[in-house]
C-alpha cells in the first residue's frame, strides 16, 4: 500500500498526523512538475509522463507523493503542447494508483497569473480533487493568507485532499542585517496558517536561498510551535541544497522535495540519488530503494535529452543567485528573454536590474506571479539602459510596464514590508490601472456547476482564454497531437526514419494526409501529405498489415 491508500483510509487531517509521527523522511517527486518547469520550460509532454509513470508506481511505491500538476503545466500544456492539462491528469492517475498526487496551487491565481473570483477558485479545486489530486500546495506570492483563505477552504471543503499550505522563503534568516524576513516574520505566518486549516506547513524556498542553518532554524521552530509536519522545498541553483535537505531533515522536518538526478540540480530540485543516499542507513532513512531510484535514471537522461532546445543554457550552479534571487523557474525563462532582447551576452546586466527591481518595488518575496512583476521591471531597465536610481526617483519620466503599475495598485495584495513610498504614488499619479476582478457570468457559473467534462472546458477557457481557443481549433482540425511521438512532435519527421502514426486516434491532419496509396507487398504505402504547406509524398510502413 502506498501514500494514497493511506489518505484514503486516514483521511487529510489522519494521513498528516501520520506524517508527522514517522521517523522516515518523507520524500515528494517533483519531476513530472517541477523539475521540468524549472529546467525545460515546462515542456515534457503527457505522452513522455505516463510512460514512466507506472514504473515509478512500482519501483518507488515509498514516496509520499509524486508533484505531477498544477504550477506552469497547465498553461504550458494548452498554450504550447496542443493537449488538454485535464487529460494528463486522468492518464497520470490511472497510472499511479497507489501514490498521493501532489499539485501546486498559486491561491487565488490558481494556475493562471492573476486573482480570479472564488467560484472559479471552488469549481477549480473540485474538479482537480474529484480527478485525483490529494495533495494541494497552496502559496501565495505576497505570503498574504488572506490571498490564500478561498484555496484553502475549498481544498478543506473537499474533504478528502490534503491542504499543505506555503511560507514563501525569501531574505537571510540568520544574517543580523535581515529586517524584514525575521523568524519572527515565519512565525507569525505560520500561525495565521495553522488557524486557516492547514494540514501541512510547506517551506517552500523558490529562489534556493534557504540555507542549512537557516532551513534547522526554521524547521525546529515552526515544529515547536505547532503540531502540522512540515515539509521543505528548495531549488539547488548555487549547487548546494542537498546540505540544506540533510540540515533539514535533522532537525525534524517531515517531509522534502527531491527530482530525479538526471532532472536535478541548478534551477531544480536536489537530486534525489544523493539524497536517498545521504540518508541511508540512517535515523531518517527515507525507505526507498537506491537501486530502484538509480534504475529510474536512464529513463529521464533520454528525456532530458530529447528535450535539449528548451534548456536555459545555464551551464551550472550559480552563487549569484544570492545577489539577484531570481526563483528557478524564473532564471531560464530571464535567459531565453534576455537573448530576444539581444542581451545574451550581458545577463549579469539583466541579473543586477533584477536586484535593483526588487528593491524598487519593496523587496517582495519572488514567486508567480509577483516574480513577474519584479523581471518585467528588470528587463525594461535593461533595455531602455535606465539607472535604477534615477527610475526610482523619477518614475513618471518613464515608460513603466503596466504589471508594475498593477502591482504598485494592490492587484495581487498587499507587501509584506509596506508600500515602498514614494515610488509608489509617483507610479500611481496620473494612471489609471484596473485591478478590479471580473466578475463570472451566470451562464459561466452554470457551467461550473455542470458537468466534469463542462466544468474542465469552462475552467480552461476562464483560465486562458486565448490559447483555449487555439487549443480547440487545432484538437478539431488536427486531432489528438498527445498521441504523436515527441520526437516528430518537436522536430517534425525526418526522411529515411521510420515514425509511427496512429490513424485512428486522429492524427493525420497533422501532416495533412491528402491521400493513401495501395500497400505493396512488403506493407509501405506512399502518402501523399502537405507538410508546412507543402504536397509531399511519403513512404510508409502499414502496420496492421502483416508481412510473411
Ligand atoms: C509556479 O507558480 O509555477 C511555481 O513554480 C512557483
Known sequence: DGSRQRLLQLGPAGFAADLRSRTALAVTDTTFRDAHQSLLATRVRTKDLVAVAPYVARMTPQLLSVEAWGGATYDVALRFLGEDPWERLDKLRQAMPNIAIQMLLRGRNTVGYTPYPTEVTDAFVREAAASGIDIFRIFDALNDVTQMRPAIDAVLGTGTSVAEVAVCYTGDLLNPAEDLYTLDYYLRLAEQIVEAGAHVLAIKDMAGLLRPGAAATLVRALRERFDLPVHVHTHDTAGGQ?????????????????????????????????????????????????????????????????????????????????????????????????????????????????????????????????SKVVGDLALHLAAVKADPADFEEHPEKYDVPDSVVSFMAGELGDLPGGWPEPFRTKVLAGRNPKVSLTPITAEQEQALAADSATRRGMLNQLLFPAPTKVFLQQREQYGDLSVLDTADYLYGLVAGTEHVVDLERGVQLYVGLEAIGEADDKGMRSVMTTLNGQLRPVFVRDLSITVE
Do not use: C
Open 242 to 370: 542537498l546540505a540544506t535537505l540533510v540540515a533539514a531533515s535533522a532537525a525534524g522536518a517531515d517531509a522534502v522535495d527531491a527530482a530525479a538526478a538526471p532532472m536535478a540540480g541548478t534551477t531544480s530540485q536536489p537530486s534525489l540519488s544523493a539524497l536517498v543516499a545521504a540518508l541511508a542507513h540512517t535515523e531518517r532513512d527515507t525507505g526507498l530503494d537506491l537501486t530502484a531510484v538509480s534504475d529510474l535514471e536512464p529513463y529521464w537522461e533520454a528525456v532530458r535529452h530529447l528535450y535539449g532546445p528548451f534548456e536555459s543554457g545555464l551551464p551550472g550552479p550559480t552563487g549569484r543567485v544570492y545577489h539577484h534571487e531570481i526563483p528557478g523557474g524564473q532564471l531560464s525563462n530571464l535567459r531565453q528573454q534576455a537573448i530576444a532582447l539581444g542581451l545574451a551576452e550581458d545577463f549579469e546586466l539583466i541579473e543586477d536590474m533584477y536586484a535593483a527591481a526588487n528593491d524598487i518595488l519593496g523587496r517582495v518575496p519572488k514567486v508567480t506571479p509577483s
